[in-house]
């Protein structure tokens, strides 16, 4: 699987962004999808996450009723739409798959997702 994430970029303080995650070379629709990110001088943080079938959203508190991830399999993209954008969101946000169910007390743990993403960058000005 070959994760190309886009959607970066530098944003003021309050507004909003939306990444992009398109995945190529998907083998399994029950894949679960995470967004996690880090900032320089920091432990990489989980963000959000998807299940490719089946429901479930998953986010950080520090980003919950801010940010939607959202997925369009027929496109094979997950959003992560970011709102009321702070300055601690700046951080290379990656995307990461892996092509099963992770449960549910795990998605937020970056040791279960097999394939990544190169990463964007976020910068938010205050």
């Known amino acids: 699987v070959q994760l190309q994430a886009s959607g970066g970029g530098l944003v003021q303080a309050g507004g909003s962004l939306r990444l992009s995650c398109a995945a190529s070379?998907?083998?399994?629709?029950?894949?679960?999808l995470g967004w996690f990110r880090q900032a320089p001088g920091k432990e990489r943080e989980f963000v959000a996450a998807i299940r490719g079938v089946g429901g479930g959203e998953y986010y950080a508190d520090s980003v919950k009723g801010r940010f939607t991830i959202s997925r369009d399999n027929a496109k094979n993209t997950v959003y992560l739409q970011m709102n009321g954008l702070k300055p601690e969101d700046a951080a290379v946000y990656y995307c990461a798959d892996r092509e099963s169910r992770i449960i549910t007390g795990f998605v937020h743990n970056s040791y279960y997702y097999d394939y990544w993403g190169q990463g964007t960058q976020v910068t938010v000005s205050s």
């Open positions: 070379g998907r083998t399994s629709s029950t894949y679960t």
